[in-house]
């Protein structure tokens, strides 16, 4: 599909920045198309997922983005995708597509964060809980590039906002972590495109591939929505 503007949804549980210079990049790589990156800071309080959703909405309509949207979500904004979708729509927005990049899936129904990693067999789950036990935050560092914003119990245990009628658009999956094989695979069951760059082949999740070799994941990324 050819996108009028792609919204990047930053990680919640990684600091504003955390794209480094992918915009750029992508904005070289097809200077007609429009670059979106949403910087969300004010969903430290719950509801989490849903002060997100409206941060997003409320970018856009300050951007008045060319449509379609492609909605282009790392880490732990991937659940929350149908969420900011239908918003989206609501808000008079045509999403064409979606995209997660090293992402955590959707679920059905309202499912906590939680819930959602215990459904893969990555031991991300026990590790979570083990470090919610004694009552820390997580994550405690970040990839090399991007700095923390550490999340409570609360924040994992939240039922997440959910959208209806998901997915309503072309989904897709950019995959430059080694330890984002689970999801990876649920996609390519679902019969979505799957586009390995980078670290995709390295077991290292210590830095994000767009911060060592932008443009690389940049072609990538447009080459991935092509296909949808």
């Known amino acids: 599909m050819i996108p009028g503007t792609l919204v990047l949804l930053a990680s919640p549980v990684l600091a504003p920045g955390s794209w480094g210079e992918l915009?750029?990049?992508?904005e070289a790589a097809d200077p007609s198309i429009e670059v979106l990156d949403v910087?969300?800071?004010?969903?430290?309080?719950?509801?989490?997922?849903?002060?997100?959703?409206?941060?997003?909405v409320l970018a856009a309509r300050a951007a008045s983005p060319r449509v379609p949207l492609v909605l282009v979500a790392h880490d732990a904004?991937?659940?929350?995708?149908?969420?900011?979708?239908?918003?989206?729509?609501d808000a008079g927005h045509r999403v064409g597509a979606y995209v997660f990049v090293d992402a955590d899936l959707p679920g059905?129904?309202?499912?906590?964060?939680l819930d959602l990693l215990r459904r893969d067999t990555?031991?991300?789950?026990?590790?979570?809980?083990?470090v919610l036990a004694t009552g820390a935050?997580?994550?405690?560092?970040?990839?090399?590039?991007a700095a923390v914003r550490a999340r409570n119990r609360a924040?994992?245990?939240e039922p997440l906002p959910t959208g209806e009628d998901w997915p309503d658009?072309?989904?897709?999956?950019?995959?430059?972590?080694?330890?984002?094989g689970a999801p990876a695979r649920r996609v390519r069951a679902r019969g979505w495109p799957v586009v390995e760059v980078g670290s995709a082949a390295d077991d290292d999740e210590a830095s994000l591939a767009w911060v060592e070799n932008p443009s690389g994941v940049a072609t990538a990324l447009l080459e991935l929505i092509e296909r949808l």
Request: aromatic share 8%; net charge positive.
């Open 122 to 130: 990555d031991g991300r789950a026990v590790v979570l809980e083990a």
């Open 23 to 26: 915009p750029d990049a992508l």
């Open 155 to 157: 924040f994992f245990e």
């Open 137 to 145: 935050g997580y994550p405690d560092r970040g990839p090399v590039g």
């Open 77 to 89: 904004a991937g659940p929350l995708v149908p969420a900011v979708g239908r918003a989206l729509r």
């Open 108 to 113: 059905p129904g309202r499912p906590s964060r």
């Open 169 to 180: 658009a072309p989904c897709g999956y950019l995959r430059t972590s080694a330890h984002r």
């Open 39 to 56: 910087v969300v800071t004010d969903d430290d309080q719950p509801p989490f997922g849903q002060r997100y959703v409206t941060a997003v």
